[in-house]
């Protein structure tokens, strides 16, 4: 279990949030972060300096100084940190647990606060059974399509041998979607509804590309 969270009550109910459009951050994950502006270097002092935990968040609508922020994000816990000689910090993300916005707070901090409600994931706090459903010969055929219309190459021993949450988690953070299909991935209820999302996705680039590729008929 993360970091002893056993129940959302554990989880700091106030978090600070980093809004990054075309990023999501699910439990067990890592994200790899490059912190360069002022407000969010010390978003990760003030973070190190207490329970390390971070919101990520993609931003929805609002305006380039002020986005909007969308209603889930992922709290995520600082489990590596370097600094740069040019000041920029390079942390990582593990996932701990989703959460829904229930407000944003005023802030003294040069960075955004929200509070934070837990309860609706409290099952992202421990890790899922390996789902029977869950058919990883159709995944995994949905996925070659896709990378090789992508141009893009995996380890394929290791996609055929990892854990259901691990690899469905890892691609649906790590794939080039668009932000609404990102947050699609990251608000599935559970990961079969999330590794079928993904599959979805999948298909639908792959289609895309044989459509692309079709002569027209004129």
């Given at each position: 279990m993360p970091q002893g969270y056993v129940r959302a009550l554990d989880l700091p109910q106030v978090i600070p949030v980093f809004p990054l459009e075309g990023a999501i951050l699910l439990p067990r994950g890592q994200l790899p972060l490059n912190i360069f502006e002022p407000r969010y270097l010390n978003m990760v002092d003030d973070a190190m300096?207490?329970?390390?935990?971070?919101?990520?968040?993609?931003?929805?609508?609002?305006?380039?100084?002020?986005?909007?922020?969308s209603p889930v994000g992922c709290a995520g816990r600082i489990t590596g940190f370097a600094e740069t000689s040019d000041g920029r910090y390079l942390i990582t993300l593990t996932g701990v647990s989703r959460f829904r916005i229930a407000a944003e707070l005023p802030s003294k901090a040069p960075y955004r606060q929200v509070r934070a409600a837990f309860d609706a994931y409290e099952d992202d706090l421990a890790p899922p059974p390996e789902e029977p459903d869950f058919d990883r010969e159709a995944f995994l055929d949905a996925l070659r399509a896709y990378m090789t219309h992508r141009l893009l190459d995996i380890d394929w021993d290791t996609a055929e041998s990892a854990p259901m949450e691990a690899l469905v988690n890892s691609l649906s953070m790590a794939l080039p979607f668009e932000p609404a299909e990102k947050q699609a991935l990251l608000e599935a209820m559970g990961l079969l509804p999330r590794a079928e999302a993904l599959t979805a996705l999948l298909r639908i680039d792959a289609a895309d590309a044989g459509d692309d590729a079709a002569p027209s008929m004129q």
């Open positions: 300096a207490g329970d390390r935990i971070i919101g990520l968040v993609q931003p929805k609508g609002g305006t380039p100084a002020l986005p909007g922020l």
